[in-house]
């Protein structure tokens, strides 16, 4: 059974189209991230929450926001979405206790910007 | 400087290589280590945790030298399923469960 699901797997929107991406957890994770990750890159931590604490990556820009409705429910925005935001965008899970840091991921959505 | 530092690869291997990934990080705060795997395409998957004692999983081993700030993946007997892109990764000194990545490294073992 799927742990971490996010929808859609595929998304294709316009240069400048307010996009969502939703990702859901059935582990009841405390910590749930949105990172972005560009072909033969890194994953990159655009922002977390901890709890209901939001917590920003200092190079995130202001076009990505995210809103966490809920334990389990968890979405990236992006306002308008330019060229170089296409990207595989992960969602990831963890609870996170001393000396135990495993982080669940979700299978990504493929982001594309036309 | 990057916080992970890996030698992106490819290492392209034959089947029943062993083969051996190396990764520095910047942070001397560093609390844990990890190595990701990720296949082509895919989300990373914990492949193991790393201690200070080093461990073993089957056919990897996984060693940290935290003088040299140093995280090695040392994998033997190598099969063409081990393919993929092997992430160092590192968790700062806030406990918040947020995790670094490396580049990763790409290994292709051939038949």
């Known amino acids: 059974d799927a742990m971490v699901i996010q929808n859609p797997r595929y998304q294709v929107t316009q240069f400048g189209k307010p996009v969502t991406l939703s990702c859901s957890q059935t582990l009841n994770h405390n910590v749930m991230y949105w990172y972005q990750q560009k072909s033969s890159q890194a994953p990159k931590l655009l922002f977390h929450?901890?709890?209901?604490?939001?917590?920003n990556e200092a190079d995130t820009p202001d076009n990505f926001q995210s809103r966490r409705p809920n334990t389990s429910f968890c979405f990236l925005d992006i306002r308008s979405p330019g060229l170089g935001d296409a990207a595989m965008y992960l969602c990831?899970?963890?609870?996170?206790?001393?000396?135990?840091?495993?982080?669940?991921f979700g299978p990504g959505t493929r982001l594309t910007v036309t | 400087r990057k916080e992970v530092e890996q030698d992106p690869g490819p290492f392209n291997v034959p089947e029943g290589a062993t083969v051996a990934f190396n990764c520095t990080y910047s942070n001397s705060a560093s609390q844990s280590f990890f190595w990701y795997r990720q296949d082509c395409r895919k989300e990373p998957k914990l492949l193991m945790s790393v201690y200070s004692s080093g461990n073993e999983d089957g056919r990897f081993t996984a060693q940290l030298n935290r003088a040299s700030q140093y995280i090695s993946l040392l994998i033997r007997d190598s099969k063409l399923s081990d393919s993929a892109t092997y992430l160092c990764v590192v968790t700062p000194s806030s406990n918040t469960g947020k995790l670094i990545f490396g580049q990763g490294t790409t290994l292709q073992v051939k038949p």
């Open positions: 929450y901890y709890d209901k604490d939001f917590n």
């Open positions: 990831a899970t963890s609870r996170v206790l001393v000396g135990s840091y495993e982080q669940y």
